[in-house]
T-cell receptor, first 111, second 114 residues
């Protein structure tokens, strides 16, 4: 079992819709969770981080964390074509120095 | 804004050459990381460093070494480049020790070994 799992996609949504990206992780003691966006040919950039159970909102983005289910998600409201990218879920592992990255979900927003 | 820079965006080297990739961050971050990214395999950690002159192996250290002589600079060395080291190399830094801090990435170096 991979430590951080994401559906590779592509996930295709129409412009203006809500895009829902999901991620599961295996280390129950994980404490920090990140979402990065990576445009084709570019490096990852941080969108959001979340540490506590529940929702965290930032503009059109909402991160949701459920530690009991070991599940973290990213919702993108009012999706725009400029949101088309690969979204990486990352988890800070227990007691270590490493952040574990998922392989990413490709999102296409159709105009 | 945090700025992480890498010495080259594109690099072409021949098999057997020694290759140096440099990374510099300007935010006094303690942690620095080197990853490679390949299609379908995601980001894989090569080495990381949590302090000057300190280094720790990541998941795929074979064929690589690193150097951190100054806090802001972290170098990745390919001792004898091979074609299977053709990849995108990403440097990142983070504030504080541990994997629970957000990472800031440089623009990446696309290395081709022929």
């Amino acid at each position: 079992q991979k430590e951080v799992e994401q559906n590779s996609g592509p996930l295709s949504v129409p412009e203006g819709a809500i895009a829902s990206l999901n991620c599961t992780y295996s280390d129950r003691g994980s404490q920090s969770f990140f979402w990065y966006r990576q445009y084709s040919g570019k490096s990852p950039e941080l969108i959001m981080f979340i540490y506590s159970n529940g929702d965290k909102e930032d503009g059109r983005f909402t991160a949701q964390l459920n530690k009991a289910s070991q599940y973290v998600s990213l919702l993108i409201r009012d999706s725009q074509p400029s949101d088309s990218a690969t979204y990486l879920c990352a988890v800070g592992n227990t007691g270590g120095f490493k952040t574990i990255f998922g392989a990413g979900t490709r999102l296409f927003v159709k105009a | 804004d945090v700025k992480v820079t890498q010495s080259s965006r594109y690099l072409v080297k021949r098999t057997g050459e020694k290759v140096f990739l440099e990374c510099v961050q300007d935010m006094d971050h303690e942690n620095m990381f080197w990853y490679r990214q390949d299609p379908g395999l995601g980001l894989r950690l090569i080495y990381f460093s949590y302090d000057v002159k300190m280094k720790e192996k990541g998941d795929i250290p074979e064929g690589y070494s690193v150097s951190r002589e100054k806090k802001e600079r972290f170098s990745l060395i390919l001792e004898s480049a091979s074609t299977n080291q053709t990849s995108m190399y990403l440097c990142a830094s983070s504030f504080g020790r541990g994997g629970n801090y957000e990472q800031y990435f440089g623009p990446g170096t696309r290395l081709t070994v022929t």
